[in-house]
């Protein structure tokens, strides 16, 4: 929100015309190479010039081709997205490669109007900041084309206007009787936008225009939306992207017991315990708001699948869902890695299970080369900032990896094999993964390290015996559940 | 929900066990079939056994693969989804092609609970069943291979199950302290499923399954899931599809004064009024919870987006979505053609305008055979249904068609070739398009006459005069929206 640029002067209708037209042709052919790229993207339109955003938006729809742009206006969040964390409603608008989206309002003035509503705890507002970088940082990472407008009057600006709608009050077309209202955000706003911009740490500046003059204002802004088009996306600050990574000190596979076992009669007794205990701590979840998200992660035929059965045979089917994840789909291919985890994350309350989850990014991914080197490493601290802004919202993230050594594998895969009903489930790719075992092996590894925050930490299962499995990943469940909604609890006090 | 079974025997663990290792084989093949086929499956799973409902939904995950199905449960609609017409919340929960859906409680139990909680107006109801054979027929018609399992306990049973909860209130596992609430909602739902019972005109009947016996439930309903995957998916009722269909009685094109003009001093005066009037138009609609639904059709060139720009201009960018529609995606073929306008629906009293819309079905897609004729003929009573859902959810649908004759078209083209920043726009497929004018002719005809309807009749605007037709347009759509909104305040009274 620095102001970069002097107030402008003004241009000529004859000049405007001629520039405007220029302008168009640039933009429509920018838009048209757009389609192929393997980006998308972002201009964030805000500023304390509402009735001007507004007015160029009409304009840019003149001048752009708009079946490849979507404008989508951000202000105080609706019920269904308070029931999400605060980042979800940007997720949900994404464009996909090739689409242009024009956030209108984010993620700056509906912020400032959350504060100014009292709508965010005091405390709450640098944490949400925080997320922001962390947003601009991850899409300029991903290659995305972002570019922020804050849209600037001066309060003499905003007056003359005022005096004038007040005088006829049909004369300020797009903002009706919500002009007072404006001018009156100004007013309060102001203190509020100060305190933002000294605790804004942008990862993308704020390009400061001028809104006094509706030409200049035209031409300005749409010559930033040709530069961004016709720029190579480019991460900003690519230096950061291996910040987190480094190979692991540990290798905590290697410290699972993986022989673990438990006799079948103490199995079905305990597993009859946990069941209940469970059917008990997820309706207490429910009534606290908390949103149990678990990752299931693991070995091919390590049995996530039977630990999964056995939770959820505790969790009313009105209350859960369980995600199964495969390779990206095309669609899903058009968007950062994260947006197909982002869309499943419910409503507060409910409960989520991924089989398979966002971490495929540092283990396949990675281990197959379908991710590049700086992608994968990168990865590790967008999910642990993924997973700490679902905990902010009251889910509590519970990761297991099910562990099982390579001979118990090739046991189970011959086993299958001769099962007839499970047969699908093995190829001969299963078998040549088991070459890249070792791989496979670091990636864990390394995963564990990186990413066992404090927030979110692993648990390793040793899960040679099924049935130790299940019951230690139900009653590690249990335990770290209870603790979870115990402070949800308290801390709503 | 009539009973087609006498209560079943019982199934011995042995008998059991041979039976669904059998049926799990052939449901994972069928499973691969399905994936290739261009069809869904939608399995309903409803009735007053709801635990039963729950544990057959765990015997399902275990048995399928999990990867290819998503379950849903329905139950009370959530404030999201009261802010959209009734069917919008299964439209969001369809299964793309090759995938198998199961909604838990839909289409019956969650309206057994919104009348049984008085969620619905009395008069609603019928309405509301009409809605889902309306449903029901165009998921046939669209081959989608869809099962309806009611699953029965009679009261004894639900009783004894009781009694034992009550002594060991974990003895139930998944219902918990829904317990007690199930049992009285079975005895009170009991009329209204009685009711529902002699109202609905059901497409597809529902199955009748006794769950009494645990084994027996699992082996019925899954063989019956079974069968439907190995089904030819077939319409079920073909006569219907035409019911609808036969050509136009009259010209409407023809008796479109096409040059009506009018003089560029009048036309700036009438734009600043209309502007105005919509603006206040607007707000009001918003204040009434009426949505506007704008759909915009006509020849190619014809104005529609300087129309639709003139009325942008009066809405505040918080409150409207602009939604050009092109040819559908891949992603989009893989749903009903009305999918990606469901989808678009926006909440209670937001704005919503398509450059182009559903009617695509029976315009382009009827014209260049995109869309076969028995596909297309049954579209328009599909469209009247769509239309009529919007209508009675408090949208007000206006549907505007701008005509321009060929000669004026070609103008247009030529001109649009000379200006450099709109040359993009005309390509060889537009004057291709043009040499089956007539065949448009006969569809827009044929379109008028069939979907004009008392809900939402259709406005033919001369458009020769692009100014004309703005102001044409904009004074309808204010008249139009006034009535509805009148009435909407009036009802609501």
Chains 1, 2 share one sequence.
Not at 58 to 68: A, G, I, K, M
Not at 121 to 144: F, I, P, Q, T, V
């Amino acid at each position: 929100m620095k102001r970069d640029a002097q107030q402008t002067a003004k241009l000529s209708k004859a000049e405007y015309k001629r520039l405007a037209e220029a302008l168009r042709v640039k933009l429509v052919n920018a838009q048209y190479d757009l389609k192929d790229e393997n980006t998308s993207v972002i201009i964030l339109l805000a500023g304390n010039d509402l009735p001007g955003c507004e007015e160029f938006i009409d304009v840019l729809q003149e001048w752009v081709d708009v079946r490849y742009v979507d404008t989508r206006a951000f202000r105080l969040p609706t019920e269904e997205e308070q029931q999400h964390p605060p980042m979800w409603r940007y997720w949900q608008a994404m464009p996909r490669n090739g689409r242009i989206a024009v956030f209108y309002g984010a993620w700056i003035m509906n912020l400032v109007l959350e504060v100014e509503q009292k709508k965010i705890a005091e405390g709450e507002l640098e944490k949400r900041l925080l997320r922001l970088s962390g947003l601009e940082n991850l899409l300029l990472h991903d290659n995305r084309k972002v570019l922020k407008i804050w849209l600037h009057a001066s309060e003499d600006d905003l007056k003359k206007r005022l005096k004038k709608y007040r005088k006829n009050p049909d004369s300020e077309l797009y903002v009706g009787q919500n002009f007072e209202f404006i001018y009156k955000l100004y007013k309060r706003s102001q203190p509020v936008i100060e305190k933002l911009h000294h605790l804004l740490n942008d990862e993308i500046a704020w390009q400061w225009v001028d809104g006094s003059d509706k030409r200049t204002r035209n031409i300005t802004i749409a010559q930033r939306i040709l530069a961004l088009l016709e720029s190579d996306a480019k991460p900003a600050n690519a230096s950061s992207a291996t910040k987190l990574f480094r190979p692991a000190r540990q290798n905590y596979l290697g410290k699972v017991d993986v022989n673990s076992n438990i006799e079948n009669k103490v199995y079905k007794e305990k597993l009859k315990q946990a069941q209940l205990r469970l059917k008990h701590t997820m309706l207490a979840a429910k009534n606290a708001g908390v949103t149990p998200i678990l990752a299931f992660e693991g070995w091919d035929a390590a049995g996530k699948g039977g630990v999964i059965r056995r939770i959820t045979q505790s969790i009313s089917a009105w209350s859960y869902r369980a995600v199964p994840i495969a390779a990206p789909t095309p669609e899903e291919m058009k968007y950062h890695y994260l947006w197909r985890f982002w869309k499943h994350i419910p409503r507060a309350g409910k409960v989520l299970i991924f089989d398979r989850t966002w971490y495929g990014r540092v283990l396949v991914e990675r281990v197959e080369g379908f991710a590049k080197e700086v992608e994968w490493q990168r990865a590790y601290e967008e999910i642990n900032d993924f997973e700490a802004q679902l905990v902010d919202a009251n889910c509590c993230v519970l990761k297991f990896w099910l562990h099982i050594d390579a001979e118990e594998q090739m046991k189970r895969f011959k086993q299958r094999e001769q099962t007839e009903y499970k047969k699908y489930k093995i190829t001969e790719e299963d078998y040549r993964n088991r070459e890249k075992w070792q791989d496979y092996e670091s990636a864990v590894n390394d995963m564990v390290e990186l990413t066992s925050t404090k927030v979110a930490p692993w648990h390793l299962v040793a899960a040679n015996d099924k049935r130790f499995a299940r019951i230690e990943v139900m009653e590690t469940l249990i335990r770290e559940l209870e603790v979870f909604i115990e402070k949800a609890v308290h801390s709503r006090r």
